[in-house]
């Protein structure tokens, strides 16, 4: 297909229409492990990979599936792996290590319940794990979070060329609605720019021989090095941070909300404004870097903030530094229970009653 | 500098008796002199930060000898562990990609299928293959991944302080077993190169040791074995090297190399374990 030609439009499942993207992004290799709901994304791998002569390995498990993506993101490929939350947990080290390293790499958790073994249903109870880290030491890794399969497959694009742009693994961070939710797409595949020049292991036939690693034992070594990765997510903050508003304009209540939790909010203020309730929708698109920012400027306009997720209360923290003075109300639901559009315009109605028009 | 721009280097004698290699390559005939023993030009000239006695020094060699004579410097792809033998980059001049700890058979798998072009091996010590990357290394060689390991075996955990390995042998005092090593609380030293000759994926393993020059040389044709049997596209190789630690077990190194002489192979029999190559053109395979 060719890049950025829009096609008619397809009834796809979110998981597949991630698997396809990733192929038309030109994917050269995908490694994974079987586990729900992310499951379809690596069937469809296993099946289209190889009919394009193209690298698809299941690992032993999740640690096995992201060394591998360490191996070949090292020799500049362009590497895919997919996982759900438990699976996560275990690529956290490679992570950390791909940070380290500066190793490009996209990495798509289809979110489910948790902690532990959880359930199988959606949530968002990773936001923390997301954002915040995955493993151990100072690293960020860009987080897009898509709320429609349309926007699942723009991203993974996006995805890919800000890995190989700042060498650093990109996670897509979906939920299990997004991942086995069908809708209607008119998928708009692109070929990502990708640059591996002057650092990919190829054997090092006519030139220097080049080292892709993490360990720096001098601490001044370290903190170098540490100073130059803080320095490209401060670039990666100001170029990449991105957000979507919806209804904001006259908005009095702003719920602030990603992914399937977004499109909750949107059923809810269309609900609201039906019922004279002026609410509109702050969806980051990239969960970090953080829209602080502009989330503050939007939030000085309005009475109250709602944050609602499939979680116990995670984005609302950084919502909560993100904000002055608008007091900010949460509600979320957990373990795979997703909360409907009217509980939310009930909490909208409760945030709008107990707050007063901003000065 | 260019690796090309190395001045060529005379062909090493130690340890080719039993690989089998011609004789060292001859000096100009109008000199009285000629090379017997230089350094292979895959290692880089910078001194090891390796203790006394230790046996990776020996082991770095033999690769990179190998390495040199097999002309594969050029499409090679190391990959490094974590362990003492971290530093392998250092030491040899060649593309290196670092693992996590235990991971570098996944590691090495994502570089071969990215890459089918290149020579990949991985370089890991006990700690790092035979506890935390059993996984990793178990399903390597199930797949039959082309690549080969160096797994150096001085039973214990060096690099941080001489800890009891599954490797360790029984009764063995480290750090962590300063009583010994009792199987019944701390179970048995693992065999790892036979457990992974019985999958069907694994075309070559091996065992040897670097006591002696006699040995030594064995281990390079087992090696040498190893590279040859990947670039044959045969399958998944290791060689297992007994090795020293003489900080480690308390011992001086004549004392560590004698151990590895005398005690080590009663628990680590060496040799051939498997060549289903050999076997296939036997009849056996």
Known sequence: MTAGLATRPRLMKGNEAMADAAIEAGCDAYFGYPITPQAELLERMAKRMPELGRTFVQAESEIGAINMALGAAATGAKVLVSTSSPGMSLMAEAVSYMAGSELPVVLVNVMRGGPGLGSIGPAQGDYFQATKGHG??????????????????????????MASRYRTPVLLLADGIMGQAMEPVVPVFRTPRWDVSGWNLTGAAGRRPRVVKSLHLLPEDLERHNRHLQAKYAEITERETRWAGEELEDAEVVIVAYGTAARVARTAIERGRGAGLRAGLFRPVTLWPFPSRALAEVASHARAVLVVELSAGQLVEDVRLAVDRTPVFFHGRTGGMVPTPGEVVERVRLAWALTEPPR | MTREAVPATGRPLIGDGAAGDGPASA???????????????????????????????????????????????????????????????????????????????????????????????????????????????????????????????????????????????????????????????????????????????????????????????????????????????????????????????????????????????????????????????????
């Not at chain 2, 290692?43 to 690769?63: F, M, Q």
């Not at chain 2, 033998?85 to 071969?112: K, L, M, N, Q």
């Open chain 1, 136 to 161: 151990h030491g100072d690293y960020r890794v860009p987080v897009l979070a898509p709320s429609s399969i349309a926007e699942a497959v723009a991203l993974m694009a996006d995805a890919f060329e």
């Open chain 2, 27 to 285: 000096a100009p005939p109008s000199s009285p002199r000629r090379s017997v023993y230089a350094r292979p030009s895959v290692l880089t000239e910078r001194a090891t930060h390796y203790c006394p006695g230790c046996g990776h020094g020996i082991i770095h060699r033999l690769v990179a000898e190998l390495l040199d004579e097999l002309q594969l410097a050029p499409r090679t792809i190391g990959v490094a562990s974590v362990g003492c033998s971290v530093f392998a980059y250092d030491y040899f001049d060649i593309d290196f990609v670092e693992s996590p700890h235990g991971r570098a058979p996944a590691v090495a798998t994502g570089v071969r299928r990215a890459r089918p072009d290149a020579f990949v091996f991985t370089y890991q010590g006990d700690g790092d293959l035979a506890a935390i990357g059993t996984a990793e290394i178990v399903h390597a060689a199930a797949r039959g991944e082309q690549i080969s390991v160096v797994f150096v075996n001085n039973g214990i955990y060096g690099m941080t302080g001489g800890q009891m390995a599954p490797t360790t042998l029984l009764g063995q005092r480290t750090t962590s077993s300063p009583q010994g090593r009792d199987p019944g609380v701390a179970g048995y030293p693992i065999p790892i190169t036979e457990m992974l000759a019985l999958l069907p994926g694994v075309a070559y393993a091996a065992r040897g040791s670097i006591a002696d020059p006699g040995h030594i040389g064995k281990t390079k044709a087992m090696l040498r074995r190893s590279f040859e049997t990947q670039l044959a596209g045969a399958g998944f190789s290791i060689v297992e090297v007994l090795s020293t630690c003489p900080v480690g077990w308390g011992m001086t190194p004549v004392e560590a190399m004698r151990h590895v002489a005398e005690d080590v192979p009663a628990t680590y029999p060496l040799g051939v374990v498997v060549d289903r190559r050999a076997d296939a053109a036997k009849g056996k395979g």
